[in-house]
């Protein structure tokens, strides 16, 4: 059983990038939900559907890459792992990349991209970054 849904998330994002594939399917959580919509928001993917039923179901992703078949990010970096929490106070929340790239947080008011945690004055536990 696998117990961190959001790292096997980003792992299969990557790995299916970088082969060039036009799309991966990952589990369902209401945290993958959050954070595929948000990724499609900010244009590092291009589509997302939930399938399936209650129980049985799953995301799928469709990845985007630019002319060159390049993926449109670079990297993709887990912070906050299950092992090592890694928490930001709201005046440390920093731009990814200079401006490049976002972090996403998981905050009281929910999962949300460091620019609107920013806006908010909000910290919390940095989940990754990606650019």
Request: proline residues 1%; aromatic residues 6%.
């Amino acid at each position: 059983m696998m117990t961190d849904l959001l790292s096997d998330m980003l792992t299969r994002i990557r790995n299916a990038a970088h082969a060039g594939h036009e799309e991966t399917i990952v589990s369902f959580s209401a945290v993958n939900e959050k954070v595929a919509a948000i990724l499609k928001q900010e244009g590092f993917i291009d589509g997302v559907e939930t399938v399936g039923e209650k129980g049985k179901k799953q995301i799928i992703i469709k990845l985007k890459y630019n002319v060159n078949r390049k993926p449109v990010f670079s990297e993709i970096v887990r912070c906050s792992k299950l092992g090592r929490r890694v928490y930001v106070k709201k005046d440390k929340v920093k731009s990814v990349r200079g401006g490049r790239g976002i972090a996403v947080l998981s905050t009281s008011k929910g999962i949300m991209k460091d620019s609107d945690a920013r806006k908010k004055g909000l910290g919390g536990e940095l989940m990754f970054t990606i650019w």
